[in-house]
């Protein structure tokens, strides 16, 4: 017996079984994935479980994927974009690229932790430190604000990572807080005085073997060694800058759905189980060691409570990570 093509296929139709171009093809959405690895799976396997919903993570740098998104533009094939840093979001955002962050999920974040525009939110957050070898420096030896590191007392004492975005973003809070002069007169004297070193962990390791003084890196990667063996943090200290300093910044790593995307309702679905109560305690019992920024989410307890920070105030949409890149080429830095 012989059935017409087109009823079989209006049988399937009915039945569900012919979905979109990325849901035919099993990717579910597919999210351009900046932030770890290890935490975007947690996200990824956890929303899947309770939605049915596949998400396909493309694991790529902050700085790689937003300039990527951009030349891509309406054909990107990404539905939602995760980073580790503010800057690459306010990139795509200035582009035009994100579609607004359903109210609901906007709701569910302080709004610190998100952009003014609600082009994208907030997903964690992570703290600038100043790690130390504590056989050479005392606590009353440390820098007082991130600015001093420019003085030529500090010459050849510290460490950074200057390629890397989360420096970078470090920098923006800076040009940010304190003006361009202010910032490339201070990037001239890090030029002078600093080591640099090619990524974060890299640095602590440099601070924990005495090879330097001190470095400027995020807060987790002394949490996250510590978790381990602790063989390249046993003789590293941590230094909060707080009051509202510079080196007190606290970057918000974001999350946002492409206008492109031919998936809004799930994309819309996964940014907002990320940053409720599903995707925040991940962040509490995972080992990222980044802070969750959920309303009433609660943080890893072995880190200093965030409100303890005394972070400065700052819109994470008016980090500009191109004027950023100018400066630090300018000083030789990039």
């Known amino acids: 017996m012989k059935i017409a093509l087109s009823t079989l296929a209006g049988a399937a139709m009915a039945l569900g079984l012919i979905a979109g171009p990325a849901m035919a093809e099993d990717q579910g959405i597919v999210v351009y994935n900046a932030q770890h690895e290890s935490l975007a799976k947690e996200w990824a396997k956890g929303f899947t479980k309770e939605t049915g919903i596949k998400v396909t993570l493309r694991n790529g740098g902050d700085s790689d994927f937003s300039n990527q998104i951009v030349a891509e533009g309406a ?145 987790y990667y002394w949490f996250g060694d510590q978790a381990k063996t602790g063989e390249n943090s046993k003789n590293v200290g941590l230094h909060y800058f707080k009051n509202q300093d510079p080196g007190a910044f606290v970057s918000v790593s974001g999350g946002g759905v492409l206008a492109s995307s031919k998936h809004q309702k799930e994309a819309q679905a996964f940014l907002k189980w990320v940053t409720g ?49 100018d400066l630090m080429t300018q000083a030789g830095l990039l």
Do not use: C
């Open 75 to 219: 054909a990107s094939s990404a539905d939602v974009f995760l980073t580790e840093n503010s800057p690459a979001m306010a990139l795509v955002e200035a582009a035009g690229l994100f579609a607004p962050v359903d109210a609901d999920t906007l709701a569910q974040v302080p709004q610190e932790y998100q952009p003014s525009t609600g082009k994208w939110v907030g997903v964690a957050a992570r703290s600038t430190v100043f790690v130390y070898n504590k056989a050479k420096l005392k606590e009353d030896q440390l820098p007082k604000s991130l600015l001093d590191l420019a003085d030529p007392s500090w010459k050849g004492r510290w460490a950074a990572s200057p390629s890397g975005a989360d420096f970078q973003a470090i920098v923006s809070a800076l040009l940010q807080l304190k003006g361009e002069t202010a910032t490339a007169d201070w990037l001239k004297a890090m030029k002078d005085n600093f080591t640099a070193y090619k990524g974060n962990s890299t640095v602590m390791k440099a601070v924990n073997a005495g090879e330097i003084d001190g470095g400027v890196i995020y807060h």
């Open 277 to 325: 109560k599903g995707g925040q305690d991940v962040l509490k019992t995972g080992t990222s060691y980044e802070y969750a920024v959920g309303k009433d989410a609660q943080s890893n307890p072995k880190l200093v409570p965030l409100a303890d920070l005394q972070a400065p105030k700052i819109d994470p949409a008016t980090l500009n990570s191109k004027k950023v890149i």
